[in-house]
C-alpha cells in the first residue's frame, strides 16, 4: 500500500460512482502512467484547451508528491518531497552532488534565497518572514547532476554543443514555510516566529533538528510533461505544467484567488478521493488546494496569472519588478489588499536564461524580468544578443556556481 502511496506519477486511481477524468476517453488507466509517459498519450491532445482537466491533473501530481513518506521520530509525518534532493543537495557550494535517495526528511530545512533577491528585485531582509525550499525528483536531479549543469563552467560547456532539455517526468517545487517558533536564518539571525502562529493550527508542521518548528504554507509545482518546442518564447505548445497550491487559512488567500484567472471546479468527491488514495486523507496535508493551473502563455486569448500569496507576494499591489526604484519607493501592499498580481510562471520560467560567455564572472544569469502573457519584444531582443534559455529552469542561472 505505501508503495502506491508514494508513486511519482499518476497512479491507479477507481473511484465508484465518479466519472472518468472529465471524459478524457472514460479511461482511468491514464492515472497508472507516470507524467514521463505523457507524450505519446491522447491526453496531450485535450490538456491545453480542457480546464478541468489540468484541474484533475493538479490535484493528482500534488497529491502523488505530498503522500506521506518515511518520518521520523520528531516529524513521523512528511510529504514525500521533502526527501527529494534539494537545490543545495544539487548545486553544492563546492565539490560535486552526492545525494542518497532512500532516505528519511532531513533534520533541517535547505532554505533557499528567495529569488527577488537573487535577481536583485528586492533587497533581501534578515529575518524574512518565511523560509523557501526548492526540491526535485531523481529525473530532474539525475539530468543535472549528470550533464554537471551545477557550475556555471559546466553549464558553458554542455551549451557549447547541447541546449539544456530537461526529461519528460522531471518534477521541480518550491515550498514555503512560515515560522512557528524562534529559527535561524540564512545569515544565522535568530528570527521570531510569524505573529499569527494560531492560523496555522491545521496546517502541516515540520520540526526541525533544533527544535525550531515551522507550518508548511504552500508550495509550486512544476512537471515536465512533453518535450520543449523549438521556439519557446513564443510557443502555445505542452511542455511543462504548472500549479500552485496553497495553506487554506494563509492571509490574503481570498484576495490571491481573485486575481488569479482559472477556476477550480473539481467536484469534491473527486478531490476525497485522490486525497484518500494518497494518504492524505484525515491529515493537515488536506488543507491544501489550488489558486490555479497553467500550460502555456495564454487560455482564451488573455495572459494567465498564477502565483502564490507569499513566494509571489513582490508582484503584486503597488510593487512593480520591471521599475525597481518605484519599489523601493512605495508602499508595500499585502496579498489581501492587493489590486493587481502580474504573476505568471510559465511567462517568467520561459526567459530563464543564461550567457554562456559569462561564465564565472558578472552577467552570467539574465536579469529576471516581470512578465505575464507571452514574452514582451523587447525581452526576446535582449535574449536574443547573447543568452541561451535553459528550459524553463531558473536554478540553473541562479544556483549554479562560479568557479
Same mark, same amino acid.
Given at each position: 500500500?505505501?508503495?502506491?502511496?508514494?508513486?511519482?506519477? /499518476?497512479?491507479?486511481?477507481? %473511484?465508484? $460512482?465518479?466519472?472518468?477524468?472529465?471524459?478524457?476517453?472514460?479511461?482511468?488507466?491514464?492515472?497508472?502512467?507516470?507524467?514521463?509517459?505523457?507524450?505519446?498519450?491522447?491526453?496531450?491532445?485535450?490538456?491545453?484547451?480542457?480546464?478541468?482537466?489540468?484541474?484533475?491533473?493538479?490535484?493528482? /501530481?500534488?497529491?502523488?508528491?505530498?503522500?506521506?513518506?518515511?518520518?521520523?521520530?520528531?516529524?513521523?509525518?512528511?510529504?514525500?518531497?521533502?526527501?527529494?534532493?534539494?537545490?543545495?543537495?544539487?548545486?553544492?557550494?563546492?565539490?560535486?552532488?552526492?545525494?542518497?535517495? $532512500?532516505? @528519511?526528511?532531513?533534520?533541517?530545512?535547505?532554505?533557499?534565497? =528567495? +529569488?527577488?533577491?537573487?535577481?536583485?528585485?528586492?533587497?533581501?531582509?534578515?529575518?524574512?518572514? *518565511?523560509?523557501?525550499?526548492?526540491?526535485?525528483?531523481?529525473?530532474?536531479?539525475?539530468?543535472?547532476?549528470?550533464?554537471?549543469?551545477?557550475?556555471?563552467?559546466?553549464?558553458?560547456?554542455?551549451?557549447?554543443?547541447?541546449?539544456?532539455?530537461?526529461?519528460?517526468? =522531471?518534477?521541480?517545487? +518550491?515550498?514555503?514555510?512560515?515560522?512557528?517558533? =524562534?529559527?535561524?536564518?540564512?545569515?544565522? &539571525?535568530?528570527?521570531?516566529?510569524?505573529?499569527?502562529?494560531?492560523?496555522?493550527?491545521?496546517?502541516?508542521?515540520?520540526?526541525?533538528?533544533?527544535?525550531?518548528?515551522?507550518?508548511?504554507?504552500?508550495?509550486?509545482?512544476?512537471?515536465?510533461?512533453?518535450?520543449?518546442? &523549438?521556439?519557446?518564447?513564443?510557443?502555445?505548445?505542452?511542455?511543462?505544467?504548472?500549479?500552485?497550491?496553497?495553506?487554506?487559512?494563509? @492571509?490574503?488567500?481570498?484576495?490571491?484567488? +481573485? /486575481?488569479?484567472?482559472?477556476?477550480?471546479?473539481?467536484?469534491?468527491?473527486?478531490?476525497?478521493?485522490?486525497?484518500?488514495?494518497?494518504?492524505?486523507?484525515?491529515?493537515?496535508? *488536506?488543507?491544501?488546494?489550488?489558486?490555479?493551473?497553467?500550460?502555456? !502563455?495564454?487560455?482564451?486569448?488573455?495572459?494567465?496569472?498564477? $502565483?502564490?500569496?507569499?513566494?509571489?507576494?513582490?508582484?503584486?499591489?503597488?510593487?512593480?519588478?520591471?521599475?525597481?526604484?518605484?519599489?523601493?519607493?512605495? %508602499?508595500? %501592499?499585502?496579498?489581501?489588499?492587493?489590486?493587481?498580481?502580474?504573476?505568471?510562471?510559465?511567462?517568467?520560467?520561459?526567459?530563464?536564461?543564461?550567457?554562456?560567455?559569462?561564465?564565472?564572472?558578472?552577467? !552570467?544569469? !539574465? @536579469?529576471?524580468?516581470?512578465?505575464?502573457?507571452?514574452?514582451?519584444?523587447?525581452?526576446? #531582443? #535582449?535574449?536574443?544578443?547573447?543568452?541561451?534559455? %535553459?528550459?524553463?529552469?531558473?536554478?540553473?542561472?541562479?544556483?549554479?556556481?562560479?568557479?
Amino acid at each position: 500500500m505505501m508503495q502506491m502511496l508514494r508513486c511519482l506519477g /499518476l497512479c491507479t486511481l477507481m %473511484v465508484a $460512482g465518479l466519472p472518468g477524468a472529465y471524459g478524457v476517453a472514460q479511461d482511468m488507466s491514464l492515472l497508472d502512467l507516470h507524467p514521463s509517459q505523457y507524450a505519446d498519450h491522447p491526453v496531450m491532445e485535450t490538456l491545453p484547451s480542457d480546464l478541468a482537466l489540468q484541474y484533475f491533473m493538479a490535484w493528482v /501530481l500534488f497529491a502523488s508528491a505530498t503522500s506521506p513518506g518515511d518520518g521520523t521520530a520528531e516529524n513521523p509525518l512528511v510529504p514525500s518531497w521533502m526527501s527529494w534532493p534539494t537545490d543545495l543537495d544539487t548545486f553544492p557550494k563546492s565539490g560535486d552532488p552526492d545525494f542518497t535517495f $532512500g532516505k @528519511p526528511v532531513k533534520a533541517g530545512l535547505d532554505a533557499v534565497v =528567495a +529569488k527577488e533577491t537573487l535577481a536583485a528585485l528586492e533587497v533581501g531582509d534578515a529575518c524574512a518572514a *518565511e523560509v523557501e525550499v526548492v526540491a526535485r525528483n531523481r529525473i530532474s536531479y539525475d539530468y543535472l547532476v549528470s550533464n554537471r549543469l551545477y557550475t556555471q563552467s559546466g553549464v558553458a560547456a554542455y551549451l557549447a554543443d547541447n541546449d539544456i532539455e530537461m526529461p519528460n517526468g =522531471a518534477y521541480e517545487i +518550491k515550498g514555503v514555510f512560515v515560522p512557528l517558533t =524562534a529559527y535561524t536564518d540564512l545569515q544565522g &539571525e535568530t528570527c521570531p516566529p510569524v505573529e499569527d502562529v494560531a492560523r496555522y493550527d491545521d496546517a502541516f508542521h515540520y520540526v526541525a533538528g533544533d527544535g525550531a518548528r515551522f507550518a508548511w504554507a504552500g508550495m509550486h509545482i512544476m512537471v515536465k510533461l512533453q518535450p520543449t518546442p &523549438e521556439d519557446l518564447l513564443n510557443s502555445e505548445a505542452v511542455s511543462w505544467f504548472w500549479t500552485t497550491f496553497e495553506y487554506a487559512a494563509n @492571509p490574503g488567500l481570498a484576495n490571491i484567488r +481573485k /486575481l488569479n484567472n482559472t477556476r477550480d471546479t473539481t467536484p469534491p468527491g473527486l478531490i476525497g478521493a485522490v486525497q484518500a488514495h494518497f494518504g492524505l486523507s484525515g491529515t493537515p496535508l *488536506e488543507n491544501y488546494s489550488p489558486n490555479g493551473v497553467q500550460v502555456s !502563455f495564454t487560455r482564451d486569448e488573455s495572459a494567465v496569472i498564477l $502565483g502564490h500569496s507569499m513566494l509571489e507576494d513582490f508582484a503584486g499591489g503597488t510593487v512593480h519588478m520591471l521599475n525597481k526604484a518605484a519599489a523601493e519607493s512605495d %508602499v508595500r %501592499v499585502e496579498p489581501e489588499d492587493f489590486t493587481f498580481f502580474a504573476s505568471s510562471c510559465h511567462s517568467c520560467h520561459a526567459v530563464a536564461s543564461v550567457n554562456p560567455e559569462n561564465a564565472n564572472q558578472e552577467g !552570467f544569469a !539574465f @536579469p529576471m524580468p516581470l512578465v505575464i502573457g507571452p514574452v514582451a519584444q523587447a525581452v526576446q #531582443d #535582449d535574449l536574443a544578443q547573447a543568452y541561451r534559455q %535553459v528550459d524553463f529552469m531558473w536554478p540553473i542561472p541562479f544556483q549554479a556556481r562560479a568557479e
